[in-house]
């Protein structure tokens, strides 16, 4: 069945690194694939979406490209800010139109 | 403001005692969308609706009731709660359900079943 996988957490880096999330899929045909991110005590919110192979998904320095060859969607950032520290959960579209989930990344940003 | 709102935000309960989370929005959504969220498992769908009337079960709906009298409203029921339904609990909604269509959470609701 449809199935999406994400790095364990936390992932812990110091103010202005580079950052990179890993998030592979397993699905039937081309779902769309989303990034969601959790800030401590809020509900999820929409952080980036890609709805083919080849598109890239961006929104506030965060980027992530849909790669059909390698069934990934890897979220990256240039230069993280404490302000980024938040849970980012990988999601796909099923073909009735509901989410599968990944675990969640918690990712700690150092000062 | 549009927004999700979910009631209570912690609630703490015992084993057998019936009890109802509230989830209303105010954009007019068609969409409604019950998760649990258990750590090392992400976010696992308990119920849904497509409208009103309309209902249909998630992926994890045992032990669980909903319903979608009103376009706004779509409680989530625990009949007989058990401890292994402590967990944080999210509804979310969207104005319709599609490929692309993005989901709006409400800041969720804690629940430990003693």
Partial sequence: GDSVTQMEGPVTLSEEAFLTINCTYTATGYPSLFWYVQYPGEGLQLLLKATKADDKGSNKGFEATYRKETTSFHLEKGSVQVSDSAVYFCALKRSNYQLIWGAGTKLIIKP | ?114
């Fill in chain 2, 1 to 114: 403001e549009a927004q999700v709102t979910q009631n209570p935000r912690y609630l703490i309960t015992v084993t057998g005692k019936k009890l109802t989370v509230t989830c209303s929005q105010n954009m007019n959504h068609e969409y409604m969308s019950w998760y649990r969220q258990d750590p090392g498992l992400g976010l696992r769908q308990i119920y849904y609706s497509m409208n009103v009337e309309v209902t249909d079960k998630g992926d994890v709906p045992e032990g669980y009731k909903v319903s979608r009298k009103e376009k706004r409203n779509f409680p989530l029921i625990l009949e007989s709660p058990s401890p292994n339904q402590t967990s944080l609990y999210f509804c979310a909604s969207s104005f319709a359900q599609g490929p692309n269509e993005k989901l709006f959470f409400g800041s969720g609701t804690q629940l430990s079943v003693l």
